[in-house]
């Protein structure tokens, strides 16, 4: 059996139906080597507060709906190892700057509805198409390989300077989706793609603080897809007025 070790969680616990502030809730829980975060939570609400809110699917890193703070550091509760954080004590806070629904739970309406400002989906003249597959060469792949990897977790917009001031900013994950279509060989639609994330609340809102780096929880840039967004942008700018 594996060896346990006693640990004290403390949630962060907000109704807004029914709570004036948040506040802190405490628990205790014999972990094993084997305890992810996730499961540490779905303990506590089988076996202690069945009312703790925590939203989760895919438990393997994929879905991203269960990003919370840990410790005040962004992670997937279903990757991070509770005994692997080296704490007797572990924080658990919803992503920050979201509305809160319930607990861990927040609203991604905003995050989801600057996604679709970008159109997150090839656009071309599917009349053109093979029957077979869209052959894309391994070399072009590579280009947008790292922006394929994004799960929509949301922290890397919970992160942003420019997102806190400014809700109109699209915001670093939206622009990793744009910057993702618009390398894309595949994507008719280029033009149009970097016309639009380089207006006023796009790419330009973006200050370089890399905090959405810091945050991602797998370790994607989205700042540098934004810098190539800026130099394409420009470059299609100075094409159209030296005309």
């Known amino acids: 059996m594996s060896e346990t070790k ?3 969680f403390k949630i962060k616990r907000f109704n807004p139906k029914k709570d004036i502030e948040p506040y802190w809730d405490t628990f205790e829980l014999d972990c094993d080597k084997g305890t992810t975060v996730l499961i ?30 840990v410790n005040k550091k962004y992670q997937l509760a279903c990757e991070t190892l509770v005994l692997q954080l080296k704490k007797d004590e572990i924080k658990l806070e919803p992503i920050p700057f979201f509305p809160v629904i ?31 597959e869209l052959i894309q060469s391994p070399e072009d792949f590579k280009i947008i390989e790292e922006a ?4 929509l977790c949301g922290c890397c ?7 806190w001031t400014d809700k109109n900013y699209l915001g670093p994950g939206a622009l990793l989706k744009a910057f993702r279509f618009a390398k894309d060989t595949r994507d008719e639609n280029t033009k149009d793609r970097v016309k639009r994330v380089s207006a006023e609340d796009g790419v330009f809102r973006c200050h370089t603080a890399f905090n959405c780096v810091e945050a991602c ?15 394409q942008a420009a470059i299609q700018a100075l094409k159209f007025w030296s005309r």
Request: charged share 25%.
């Open 6 to 8: 006693k640990i004290i």
């Open 40 to 69: 540490a939570i779905q303990e506590l609400i089988a076996k202690q507060d069945g009312s703790i809110a925590m939203r989760y699917n895919c438990r393997a890193g994929v879905c991203g709906s269960c990003a919370v703070l």
């Open 102 to 132: 319930k607990d861990l739970v927040v609203d991604m309406d905003p995050f989801y509805e600057k996604l679709l400002a970008i159109d997150p989906f090839l656009m071309r003249d599917h009349s053109k198409d093979p029957e077979t």
């Open 148 to 151: 394929t990897k994004c799960i």
């Open 157 to 163: 917009h919970s992160s942003c300077v420019s997102v």
């Open 217 to 231: 929880p797998k370790e994607l840039n989205p700042t540098e897809a934004i810098q190539a967004l800026k130099r």
